[in-house]
């Protein structure tokens, strides 16, 4: 059972680079979500997508963009990367509105 | 607005004692509600959840948590507190409205001392 998995686990940027955070779901689920988790700011809400060709932006959006073209994947693009992006990342999945969600093993990344 | 508030950063018990997180919500209509567990370095997985059956819910791990309307809370429990519980732990609840997004709490710290 793969579940929701996320590429790399780790990355290093340098100030100005994008890359993509790739997320990939198995359980034909509709509801994605994107979250960046900082030391003491539990898990914040960057994007969302409620099925494929609709996107909507959380709570911090700025800096990243998504598509969602498909219903198993999920990308996240840094368009381009900042220090205060520097951070944890969390692709998730879930069925319905109701149920639980279920996440990736998260994307370390660290921008310098 | 916050809707989910979990009221300690860090929780410090002893191996055998009893554990007590808790976390209070914020929702116009009835919540879903969860917790989850995050070892150190790893993802988050489902410790029990809440969608408006039983009011106390049994989850993994011998932990529970019961939902109590009159005060908006979904404290977490377990009757003895292990090693390996050592965790950080989320309530989160399904936002109402819209797409019902889950909005996490800023996580409890749970130290095990021996």
């Known amino acids: 059972n793969a579940g929701v998995t996320q590429t790399p686990k780790f990355q290093v940027l340098k100030t100005g680079q994008s890359m993509t955070l790739q997320c990939a779901q198995d359980?034909?689920?509709?509801?994605m979500s994107w979250y960046r988790q900082d030391p003491g700011m539990g898990l914040r809400l960057i994007h969302y997508?409620?099925?494929?060709?609709?996107?909507d932006q959380g709570e911090v959006p700025n800096g990243y963009n998504v598509s969602r073209s498909t219903t198993e994947d999920f990308p996240l693009r840094l368009l381009s990367a900042a220090p205060s992006q520097t951070s944890v990342y969390f692709c998730?999945?879930?069925?319905?509105?109701?149920?639980?969600?279920?996440f990736g093993q998260g994307t370390r990344l660290t921008v310098v | 607005a916050q809707s989910v508030t979990q009221l300690d950063s860090h929780v410090s018990v002893s191996e055998g004692t009893p554990v007590l997180l808790r976390c209070n919500y914020s929702?116009?209509?009835?919540?879903?509600l969860f917790w989850y567990v995050q070892h150190p370095n790893k993802g988050l997985q489902l410790l029990l959840k809440?969608?408006?059956?039983?009011?106390l819910v049994k989850g993994i791990n011998g932990f529970e948590a019961e939902f109590k309307k009159s005060e908006t809370s979904f404290h977490l429990t377990k009757p003895s507190a292990h090693m390996s519980d050592a965790a950080e732990y989320f309530c989160?609840?399904?936002?109402?409205?819209?797409?019902?997004?889950?909005?996490f709490g800023r996580g409890t710290s749970l130290i095990v001392h021996p």
């Open positions: 929702s116009s209509y009835s919540p879903s």
């Open positions: 997508s409620v099925g494929a060709g609709i996107t």
């Open positions: 989160v609840v399904n936002r109402s409205g819209g797409s019902y997004i889950p909005t």
């Open positions: 809440y969608t408006s059956a039983a009011t």
């Open positions: 998730a999945s879930r069925q319905g509105p109701h149920t639980e969600a279920f």
């Open positions: 359980m034909n689920h509709e509801y």
